[in-house]
């Protein structure tokens, strides 16, 4: 059974830095892995992606230079390191694993089969 599970949600103030995690666990993941997030009343949109065979990342411009995704050695665990946080950021924060046919910089949310439940940013000014 696929799980993948995330921590590291929280509340910080505007400026703040969290880590979130998520570990994949039932699946190997042999393609990338992505963070999505969700903010009230608005679509999911992918936020960073990290393909597991080479490393290279990709960003969306709102934050590019703030947030950092990676992967640990095998591959199974992704973080998404977020620094000066900002109130755009509070969103429900998701993983995903291996939906990215087209590679590259374009990565869409209905291409990823397996998710993670969803955890809590909020930044407050």
């Known amino acids: 059974q696929v799980q993948l599970l995330e921590y590291g949600g929280g509340s910080v103030e505007a400026g703040g830095s969290l880590t979130l995690s998520c570990v994949a666990s039932?699946?190997?993941?042999?393609?990338?892995m992505a963070w999505f997030r969700q903010a009230p009343g608005k679509g999911r949109e992918g936020v960073a992606i990290i393909y597991t065979s080479d490393g290279s990342d990709y960003y969306i411009d709102s934050t590019r230079g703030r947030f950092t995704i990676s992967q640990n050695s095998t591959r199974n665990t992704v973080y998404l390191q977020m620094n000066s946080l900002k109130p755009d950021d509070t969103a429900v924060y998701y993983c995903?694993?291996?939906?990215?046919?087209?590679?590259?910089?374009?990565?869409?949310?209905?291409?990823?089969?397996?998710w993670g439940q969803g955890t809590q940013v909020t930044v407050s000014s």
């Open positions: 995903a694993v291996d939906g990215c046919p087209y590679g590259g910089s374009y990565w869409n949310a209905a291409d990823f089969h397996y």
């Open positions: 039932g699946y190997t993941v042999t393609d990338c």
